[in-house]
Every structure is written in structure tokens, then in C-alpha cells.
């Protein structure tokens, strides 16, 4: 196991994060669920491994109401903590040591019973630590359908409290998506807003926390390049894309309420338009970042119905828990226009599909053609400066070069920054391990305020009730393919320019 010291990078140390020591409980709420199981414990595991849990000071306790023992629950995470590339004895140890960290409490979501036992499991384990009552950490994780939130929220507060304040705190994480428009995330914000307040609530989007996407600000700010050329002068669009190669699989019931729109483009997307768009923040603290944000939310002009696209993946109503006339989409295109001094007139676009030809998340700016060409470039490709965010993350810039040789030739090449390749052996961490651990230290730089959630739930509720009310209908496109042709279509009246023949392959070791 690492020890959490030597991980810390020297931008840490400019970071107003101070350490502390203590009992900190994490409860796991709706522990007998998918993401639960799938990124919460692992994150937390990977987190122990690295050694910024400490077996010392850590508790970590599932909640929900089926009813297991604490060993069910252990070997029910046991093999998503196992990976395929280390079958060492090393680490089985640590993974039989973190589990023994893992206790399950059952109960309802909306009684006090069970939230009084979570308590006295919680309190029973800080006495046994000598925590002096008030001086404990408690993170409550609802890994759970957001129906839930308010009476969770309300059993928390009513029952589950760091009981006075001696430098410990009460925190709780909650999970997309954060109501389904409006004015239902308005009135979830206001439930939990009566309850706890801001600086106890993280509002988490994975994408966050993912490298690439934390990179942004560093990579537009940090570099002399990018700067003169960020703007409506040189870009001529912006994509953010975000394609799956598999469908909605096991998970049709829930998808089939949310729609793309608010599972994917509504908050992952929107959040890196945001970073991508915003102006400098006056420094790093996090409510700087997220003004700057706020603004480029409120900048957003009315999505207009012809910039839109959306798509149905043919057998996505095969699935017995969506509806045989379900009108939602599973693939969707849509441009924005950001009316500021820096973006007028620079489409963003932004594009999410299941069931594609594949798997990828990238940022795509395309620049425009250079003025009086001489070479005749325009042929070759127009400049891309490209962010893959996964698989394989990479940046690279797309630029025209003489091509080797004796002829006076243009090609079309790339100056490429590959993750895997420049950084050979350096792990890169989890977004929900980078997420939690900020919960942890009470960061909230890359979690969602309620303002900044009411602005992006304000582009799209128009187009979501049109949605919802069947006034606008998803076109079949088969699975695997690239969406409904109607999308390229969207996309080269927005002005992209694609370059044919043209395919940057990630380098292999
Ligand atoms: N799964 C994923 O990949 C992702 C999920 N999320 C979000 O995380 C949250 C949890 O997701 P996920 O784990 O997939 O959800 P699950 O459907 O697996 O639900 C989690 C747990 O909540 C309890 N539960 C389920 N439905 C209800 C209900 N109607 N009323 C009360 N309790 C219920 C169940 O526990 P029990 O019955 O034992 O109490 C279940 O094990 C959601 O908000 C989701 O949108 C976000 C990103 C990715
Ligand atoms: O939030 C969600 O994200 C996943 C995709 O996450 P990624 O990190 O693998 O890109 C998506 O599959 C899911 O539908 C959505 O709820």
C-alpha cells in the first residue's frame, strides 16, 4: 500500500486543502445497488490502497433495506475490487483488509428505525476509535434513485448528525440525475436545501472527475498557445461527444424516464462545455470556478428545434421494461449557442448515442480555414485540436505539413499527447476515487452548485416537456451504426468540415 504522502503533487501543496485526522464514517446508502457496487466501494477500495483512507480512522457502512449480513455484502463487492491484471497475494490482502473495514446496516428509506441503528453503529464504532463526540467525519453517499433523496435527506438530519461541531461535519453526495426538469430539481433542491446547506451538499457528475476533463482548465490557462486563439476569431465549431457501443442493458426501466438528454448531455456534456467556454476564474477556489461557469450557463441562448436531432436505437422496446410506444431518445445532436463576446457565432455541439459503432468521449475543436492559403490546405483538412477523453486519453492537434519527400506536398498529421505512452506506469485514478477523496477534504470545485444546476436545467426543460409530450419524435437508426444520418447532416450545416481519409489512431506501446 502507498502511503497518501508521496502521492500528493506539488499543485496540491498551493491547494487550500488541510489535512485532518479523526473517525470518518462513510455510509453507503443503497448499497445493494449497481453503481454501489460497481464504482462507489471499488473508488473507496482504491482510495484505502493508496492509503488516503487509513484503516485507523476509517468506518465504512452499506445501507439499504434488503436484507444481508455483512459478509453477503463483502462478497457481493469482493470481485469488482479484484482486477485481472493483479492477481497478487499483496493484493487480496489489502482487498480481505478493506473489507473488513465493511459493515451493512438494513432499513427503510423513510423510517426512523433504521437511520436510529445506522447512528448507533456509526456512534458505537467513534467511541471504540475515542473520537470525542462532534470531532467526526460522517459522508453519506446516496448511491440512489433521486425519488428518495428528501426522506433520506430528512432521516440523515433527523437521526445521523455529527452530533455538535468540534471540527468534524456532516456531508452528504448526491447522484445524477438531479430531478427530471426544472422545476422538479428546483423543489429537490429546496427539500435538501432546508436540511443541509450548501457547503454539506456535493452534487456529483463523474465526468468531473475524469483526467482529461479535469485537465481543461489547466491545459486553456496555463498555456500561452491557447490563449489568443480560444475564441470566435480562430474556432470555427466546437463538438463534445460521447458514444456508446452497448444499449441501455439491464437498466431500460430507468433509462427510459430520463432519456439522453438528462442521462448524459444535461450534465456531463454541459459540464465540459462549461470548462471548455468559461472565462479565466479569478483563481482556483471553487466558487470562482463554478461562477465562471454559472455565467456560461445563463449565456446559453434557447435551443431552436431545427438544431436538433434525435434517434431511437431499433430494439431498444425489445426490452421488457421500456414501453412498446416509448418516445425517448437514446441518441441526440443538438447545437448551442453561447451569446458572449467570445462565442457568438461558434456552434457547440453536442452529441451523445447508445448503441453506436463505439465507445468514445471526446472534445473536438475544429478551427477555421487559414486566410489567403497558398498551399491549397483546405483540401487536406481544416486544424483540429482534439481531447479524447476515453478510451486511450490523448490530446492531440490535427495540422497540415509538407509531406516527406522531394515534391512540395501538404498532408494532413498530428502532434500527439498519448496518455498511455507519455506516461507509461502512471495510473490514471478513477473519476469516482478523485470525487470522493474531494468530498473527503471538503473540496467542492468539481461538484455541481444548486445555481449552476437550475441554469443547465433551464437550457433544456423547454425541449424536455416537447420531448415528453410526443410533440417531438426520435428517428430509428440501427444499432451499432453512427446514429440517424440526419445528425451528420445537423453537423455540417453547423459549419464542421470533416476531413476525409483522415484517421488518427491511437499509438500502440
Ligand atoms: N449505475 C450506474 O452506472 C450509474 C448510476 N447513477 C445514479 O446513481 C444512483 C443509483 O444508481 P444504481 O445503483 O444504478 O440504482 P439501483 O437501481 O441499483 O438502486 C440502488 C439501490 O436503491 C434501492 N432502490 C432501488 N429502487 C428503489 C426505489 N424505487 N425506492 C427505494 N429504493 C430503491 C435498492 O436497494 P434496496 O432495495 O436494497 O434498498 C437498490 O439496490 C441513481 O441516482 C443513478 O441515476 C449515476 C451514474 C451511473
Ligand atoms: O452517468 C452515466 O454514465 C455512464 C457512462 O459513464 P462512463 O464514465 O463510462 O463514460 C452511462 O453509461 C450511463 O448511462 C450514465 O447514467
Redesign the pocket.
Known amino acids: 500500500m502507498q502511503k497518501r504522502e508521496s502521492l500528493r503533487s506539488d499543485s496540491d501543496r498551493d491547494f487550500d486543502f488541510k489535512p485532518e485526522v479523526g473517525c470518518l464514517s462513510i455510509v453507503v ?8 457496487k ?2 462507489t466501494f471499488p473508488a473507496l477500495f482504491n482510495l484505502y490502497r493508496q492509503g488516503f483512507l487509513l484503516s485507523d480512522e476509517v468506518h465504512i457502512f452499506g445501507y ?3 436484507k444481508i449480513s455483512d459478509e453477503d455484502l463483502r462478497n457481493r463487492i469482493r470481485g469488482y475490487l479484484i482486477k485481472d491484471n493483479d492477481a497478487s497475494s499483496a493484493h487480496s490482502e489489502d482487498v480481505s483488509k478493506f473489507l473488513q473495514l465493511v459493515k451493512y446496516v ?1 432499513g ?2 423513510d423510517s426512523d428505525e433504521g437511520f436510529q441503528l445506522l447512528d448507533k453503529e456509526i456512534s458505537e464504532y467513534e467511541v471504540r476509535k475515542n473520537s470525542t463526540e462532534g470531532s467526526s467525519r460522517r459522508l453519506f453517499y ?7 433523496y428528501p426522506s433520506v435527506c430528512r432521516m440523515i438530519k433527523r437521526n445521523c448528525m455529527n452530533k455538535s461541531d468540534l471540527g468534524g461535519w456532516t456531508r452528504i453526495v ?4 438531479f430531478g427530471k426538469d426544472l422545476e422538479s430539481s428546483e423543489k429537490l433542491s429546496s427539500q435538501i436545501g432546508e436540511l443541509f446547506e450548501e457547503p454539506q451538499i456535493y452534487r456529483i457528475d ?1 465526468y468531473l472527475g475524469k483526467e482529461l476533463v479535469q485537465n481543461l482548465l489547466v491545459l486553456r490557462f496555463a498555456n500561452r498557445f491557447f490563449l489568443p486563439l480560444w475564441n470566435r476569431d480562430n474556432i470555427a465549431n466546437i463538438q463534445i461527444v460521447f458514444r456508446e457501443d452497448f444499449g441501455t442493458e439491464g ?1 431500460g426501466g ?1 433509462f427510459d424516464e ?1 432519456g439522453i438528454i438528462r442521462d448524459i448531455i444535461q450534465n456531463h456534456l454541459l459540464q465540459v462545455l462549461c470548462l471548455v467556454a468559461m472565462e479565466k476564474p479569478v483563481s482556483l477556489k471553487p466558487e470562482h470556478i463554478r461562477d465562471e461557469k454559472v455565467k456560461v450557463l445563463q449565456s446559453v441562448l434557447p435551443i431552436r428545434d431545427e438544431e436538433v436531432v434525435l434517434g431511437q436505437y431499433v430494439g431498444y422496446r425489445d426490452d421488457p421494461t421500456v414501453p412498446d410506444n416509448s418516445n425517448t431518445p437514446t441518441f441526440a445532436t443538438m447545437v448551442l449557442h453561447i451569446h458572449n463576446e467570445r462565442w457568438e457565432g461558434v456552434p457547440f455541439i453536442l452529441k451523445a448515442g447508445k448503441a453506436l459503432n463505439s465507445r468514445k468521449a471526446e472534445i473536438r475543436i475544429q478551427f477555421k480555414d487559414v486566410p489567403g492559403d497558398i498551399f491549397k490546405c483546405h483540401k487536406q483538412g481544416r486544424n483540429e485540436f482534439v481531447i479524447r477523453l476515453q478510451p486511450s486519453e490523448a490530446m492531440y492537434m490535427k495540422l497540415t505539413v509538407k509531406r516527406p519527400g522531394l515534391d512540395m506536398q501538404t498532408v494532413q498529421s498530428e502532434l500527439d499527447l498519448s496518455y498511455k505512452q507519455r506516461y507509461q506506469g502512471v495510473p490514471i485514478p478513477e473519476a469516482y476515487e478523485r470525487l470522493i477523496l474531494d468530498t473527503i477534504r471538503g473540496d467542492q470545485q468539481h461538484f455541481v452548485r444548486r445555481d449552476e444546476l437550475k441554469a443547465a436545467w433551464e437550457i433544456f426543460t423547454p425541449l424536455l416537456h416537447r420531448i415528453d409530450n410526443g410533440e417531438f419524435k426520435p428517428l430509428p437508426y440501427a444499432p451499432g451504426s453512427r446514429g440517424p444520418a440526419e445528425a451528420d447532416e445537423l453537423l455540417s450545416q453547423a459549419g464542421y468540415v470533416q476531413t476525409h481519409g483522415y484517421i488518427w489512431i491511437p499509438p500502440t506501446l
Open positions: 446508502l443503497g448499497a445493494s445497488g449497481d453503481l454501489a460497481k464504482k439499504a433495506r434488503t438494513s427503510s428509506y446516496l448511491a440512489l434513485p433521486p425519488s428518495v448526491v447522484e445524477k440525475p463523474h437498466r430507468y430520463y
